[in-house]
């Protein structure tokens, strides 16, 4: 739940933004958390479609032992401002 957490505070940065500055923000950017002496790889994906349509996508990512834990959030601006939340399919099958 942890990695949820972490993602939900990025979303909240994220949405707090200008529109302008989302519709700026590099494709792909990505930086290295501690937590809890544990390395968590965070993506954000910024994807802009001709429609005028920009999408933000968060992911979060642990190596365990013998497992990956990950964790996924997003929303979408449409042309006109609006603001979209991601369902399941939309926030795993981009990128």
Same mark, same amino acid.
């Given at each position: 739940?942890?990695?949820?957490?972490?993602? %939900?505070?990025?979303?909240?940065r994220l949405r707090s933004l200008r529109i302008e500055d989302l519709r700026a923000l590099p494709a792909i950017s990505e930086?290295?958390?501690?937590l809890n002496g544990k390395p968590v790889? %965070?993506?954000?994906?910024?994807?802009?479609?001709q429609n005028g349509r920009v999408t933000?996508?968060?992911?979060v990512?642990?190596?365990r032992f013998l497992y990956l834990s990950a964790a996924a959030e997003g929303f979408a601006i449409t042309a006109d401002?609006?603001?979209?939340d991601l369902d399941d399919d939309e926030r795993w099958t981009l990128y």
């Open positions: 739940m942890v990695l949820g957490q972490i993602v %939900l505070g990025e979303i909240e930086k290295q958390i501690d790889e %965070l993506y954000v994906y910024r994807e802009s479609s933000i996508i968060v992911k990512f642990q190596r401002g609006q603001f979209v």
